[in-house]
Every structure is written in structure tokens, then in C-alpha cells.
T-cell receptor, first 112, second 107 residues
Framework: DGGITQSPKYLFRKEGQNVTLSCEQNLNHDAMYWYRQDPGQGLRLIYYSQIVNDFQKGDIAEGYSVSREKKESFPLTVTSAQKNPTAFYLC???????????FGDGTRLSIL | KQEVTQIPAALSVPEGENLVLNCSFTDSAIYNLQWFRQDPGKGLTSLLLIQSSQREQTSGRLNASLDKSSGRSTLYIAASQPGDSATYLCAVEKLVFGKGTKLTVNP
């Protein structure tokens, strides 16, 4: 089954803790993206990667970090520097640059 | 900086009605525009992608138009059904999304 898998579906973070959200794809797409969605808001771009071993900051990268060691995987770490991490996080892929077309089902992150 | 606005923020219609959702953007120098659907607690599903050289795209009961000169796109849904109830978002390249229109189709 081709698609994007995000895990976990729900995640809780303690104060001062780093947490990592997983995004795996088997669509063979070069581009991968991480977005944050707050209630009643649109999506805001955190980081994106057009190719393996390369990634770029989006509009709200502060307090987040990513890696792209494999084409299939683009994990997002929410660090303790991100003071307001509670949100719905969405991972996406695309065949072409700047065209996210396929989205995962998201991870909902909350603060304990 | 590119900004994308969607009006209305919410819309409720009876089943069978034709409807139009609006999207406007401030920088007309775009390469493409996409319309997505989001169901509650889920990711986004791409509905239509319009390249800058195109004026419209159609898929089933959906038709999206693009007018770059005026910075506008519309999504037309014909003969709406309860299953169309969702939030619809538009996005322009450079990955800028509007806040969406929440559509409710009442049976």
C-alpha cells in the first residue's frame, strides 16, 4: 500500500523534553514537508527537504529540528526550546518541488 | 510576503445546492495553486492542482478556476452532498496555505 505513515498518532511531552515525530513514505517522492496546524488556523511550514541530506527552514523553524538521511524518512524533533508545541503536525510529500500533494494523517502533540 | 485568504470561513448549505468557495492571494507571481480537503483530525487530500498557465481544472463535481491577474481562485462544487462536508484549503506554491472554509452540507 503506497502512502505516508506518521507515528505516533498522539504524543505527550513533558516540560524540558525533546520528542521526535516520525514520517515514513513509500511513494518514492523526493520532497518531504512538515507543517504545524493550530485550531482554526491554516498550515504553517516548519521544514522541508527537496532531496536526501538536504533540508531548508520554513516560516516557523525555531524550536524544531529535522534530518533526512534516507529518502523514505523525514523525522521532526520538537525541542524544549519550542515553548508552545501543542498542535497538530502534518507530514507531506511531493514529486515536484514546492508541490506537497500527499499528506499523512498527522500527529497530535500535547503538553503534560 | 505572500498571503492567502479564504472566504467564507464557514458555510452551511442544504444538500443538492451548488456552491462556490473563494481563495485570494496577494502575490500574483505564482506557479501553481492547489485545493485540498481536510476531514476532522485527518491529513489533507489534494483535490485539484492548477498550473499558472491554466485557467481551470475539473474533477467530477469539482471545478477550480484561477485568475492570476486578480489574485483569485474559486472552487465550485456542484450538487453538494453530505459527504462533501469538510474543511477546504487552498495553497499556492512557496507552500502558503489559507485558513480554510469549513463546509457543512445538511441532508
Amino acid at each position: 500500500d503506497g502512502g505516508i505513515t506518521q507515528s505516533p498518532k498522539y504524543l505527550f511531552r513533558k516540560e524540558g523534553q525533546n520528542v521526535t515525530l516520525s514520517c515514513e513514505q513509500n511513494l518514492n517522492h523526493d520532497a518531504m514537508y512538515w507543517y504545524r496546524q493550530d485550531p482554526g488556523q491554516g498550515l504553517r511550514l516548519i521544514y522541508y527537504s527537496q532531496i536526501v541530506n538536504d533540508f531548508q527552514k520554513g516560516d516557523i523553524a525555531e524550536g524544531y529540528s529535522v534530518s533526512r538521511e534516507k529518502k523514505e524518512s523525514f523525522p521532526l524533533t520538537v525541542t524544549s526550546a519550542q515553548k508552545n508545541p501543542t498542535a497538530f503536525y502534518l507530514c507531506a510529500t511531493g514529486e515536484k518541488p514546492d508541490q506537497p500533494q500527499h499528506f499523512g494523517d498527522g500527529t497530535r502533540l500535547s503538553i503534560l | 510576503k505572500q498571503e492567502v485568504t479564504q472566504i467564507p470561513a464557514a458555510l452551511s448549505v442544504p444538500e443538492g445546492e451548488n456552491l462556490v468557495l473563494n481563495c485570494s492571494f496577494t502575490d500574483s507571481a505564482i506557479y501553481n495553486l492547489q485545493w485540498f480537503r481536510q476531514d476532522p483530525g485527518k491529513g489533507l487530500t489534494s483535490l485539484l492542482l492548477i498550473q499558472s498557465s491554466q485557467r481551470e481544472q475539473t474533477s467530477g463535481r469539482l471545478n477550480a478556476s484561477l485568475d492570476k491577474s486578480s489574485g483569485r481562485s474559486t472552487l465550485y462544487i456542484a450538487a453538494s452532498q453530505p459527504g462533501d462536508s469538510a474543511t477546504y484549503l487552498c495553497a499556492v506554491e512557496k507552500l502558503v496555505f489559507g485558513k480554510g472554509t469549513k463546509l457543512t452540507v445538511n441532508p
